[in-house]
């Protein structure tokens, strides 16, 4: 069995992808540290010494490398990766258990204030800026975000309380 989880950054996919995993005796992946693995550099290096575009790149074909082997993991996906390409159309047609995890605006804001330096794309945002940043993101994220199988509205449940939620779903 293969589950995608998607998202914005910070929406909890990399922490419940491992409760999820955890609970059924699956491997767990963060596809961000996939990347990182197969580049040897972290994201945040990627980004400075070869830029997004580079990095979009990458982040496709490695996507379709990971799906095709199928497998029996729990998969968390970067927040972009849906949004670039033909990465979602991949991912939707790969397995019937994709889950996008939805989190509001302001509970975004919440989670990633702490988390910036750790973040490339919202590193040098003013926290002012960051409630806009994050909407207009959301709003140009969204199409694909909702092409999911399953949409998890998230709210202040914990980690156990959200992997039950997907649980119930997966085919």
Avoid: W
């Amino acid at each position: 069995m293969m589950v995608v989880l998607i998202g914005y950054m910070g929406s909890g996919k990399s922490t419940v992808g491992k409760v999820i995993a955890k609970k059924r005796g699956m491997g767990f992946i963060d596809f961000d540290d996939y990347i990182e693995e197969k580049e040897q550099l972290t994201i945040p290096e990627i980004f400075k010494q070869k830029g997004e575009i580079y990095f979009r790149k990458q982040e496709t074909a490695y996507l379709s490398v990971l799906l095709k082997e199928k497998p029996n993991a729990v998969i968390s996906l970067g927040g972009g990766t849906p949004c670039f390409g033909n990465n979602m159309d991949v991912v939707v047609e790969a397995t019937q258990n994709v889950f996008y995890l939805k989190l509001s605006v302001e509970k975004l804001v919440e989670r990633l204030q702490a988390e910036k330096e750790h973040r490339p794309l919202i590193k040098d945002i003013a926290d002012i800026d960051l409630s806009d940043f994050i909407r207009k993101h959301l709003f140009e994220r969204n199409f694909f975000y909702l092409r999911s199988h399953h949409i998890i509205t998230v709210g202040d449940e914990t980690p156990q309380g959200i992997s039950e939620k997907i649980e119930k779903k997966l085919v």
